[in-house]
């Protein structure tokens, strides 16, 4: 048991983009049937903001400013005064993640650009260190290297998809209007 909490804490993005997609499977469950194209795509990036944004930030930055020995050791890095910052950077995407839940077409993008800059750039980052320092720890070139590149990828995808669903495919039909 204490290794599979282990490998869930550790793996926490890809362990909270699991979450989110349950939480969207409920959310539709929730949801009078039959699911639109635009009710599923959005019940999938309204949660995949909250969990993968939200709450994945939010316990990186607790992770970095209260527990920063430890992360560093994860990361396979020395322990730094910068994870304090990287920390507060994750405590504002991870505000403006929880914002977006529910905000409009801009917020969501805004949400998901800063993020995919940060974890592209880290991504780059941990490239460097395999390369040049031979770092294959796992917070390094683990589960989090590859969340690091398909999360914001993931989470685009949903707000270009979620805006095409509001477009009407055939002459005469509306497609639900995007939150506002």
């Not at 969207?24 to 959005?42: C, D, G, Q």
């Not at 992770?63 to 020395?78: D, L, N, T, Y």
Request: with cysteine.
């Amino acid at each position: 048991m204490e290794q599979a909490i282990r490998f869930l804490l550790s793996n926490f993005t890809l362990t909270l983009f699991c979450v989110g997609l349950v939480a969207s499977l409920v959310a539709l469950l929730r949801h009078p049937r039959p699911w639109s194209r635009a009710t599923i795509i959005e019940a999938l990036l309204s949660w995949f903001l909250f969990f993968s944004l939200g709450v994945s930030f939010l316990y990186n930055f607790v992770m970095h400013v209260f527990f920063s020995e430890m992360a560093a050791a994860f990361i396979g890095w020395q322990t730094s005064p910068f994870q304090k910052e990287v920390g507060f950077a994750s405590l504002g995407f991870s505000v403006v993640g929880f914002m977006a839940f529910k905000g409009g077409a801009g917020m969501r993008l805004a949400a998901l650009v800063g993020p995919a800059c940060f974890l592209w750039g880290a991504a780059a980052g941990h490239v460097v260190q395999m390369v040049e320092a031979h770092n294959y720890a796992p917070g390094n070139a683990g589960v989090i290297f590859y969340t690091d590149i398909l999360l914001p990828v993931f989470g685009l995808a949903l707000l270009w998809m979620r805006r095409q669903a509001e477009t009407p495919k055939e002459i005469g039909v509306q497609a639900p209007a995007f939150p506002r």
